[in-house]
């Protein structure tokens, strides 16, 4: 059974920049579809960003576009998320997950990882 780990959250100040990386155990890893979720303290779990199980195309949420980059190496089973611009509203903690359906972009999330903080001060 595939299993993540993410990894890569910590203290950083406003504007800096931070990626975060989300290894995955299993084999199939590169045949599905990654995404980048975060929940904030008191908030609903939302989307940032996902990415094709070839790397060829994308999505953000737009309070991420053109500050944050979704990628990935399924040579290494790791998908990345590259935050630049960071602001206090991203502080979160930012879980990666899989999805196991063939539809694109994913409707549904199936597989998830612990999760990382990410605090941006200020």
């Known amino acids: 059974q595939v299993q993540l780990v993410e990894s890569g959250g910590g203290l950083v100040q406003a504007g800096g920049s931070r990626r975060l990386s989300c290894v995955a155990s299993?084999?199939?890893?590169?045949?599905?579809?990654m995404g980048w979720f975060r929940q904030a303290p008191g908030k609903e779990r939302e989307f940032v960003a996902t990415i094709h199980w070839t790397g060829d195309s994308t999505y953000y949420r737009d309070a991420v576009k053109g500050r944050f980059t979704i990628s990935r190496d399924n040579a290494k089973n790791t998908v990345y998320l590259q935050m630049n611009r960071l602001k206090p509203e991203d502080t979160a903690v930012y879980y990666c997950a899989a999805s196991y359906g063939s539809n694109w972009p994913p409707g549904r999330y199936d597989l998830w990882g612990q999760g990382t903080q990410v605090t941006v001060s200020s």
């Open positions: 299993g084999r199939t890893f590169r045949s599905y579809a």
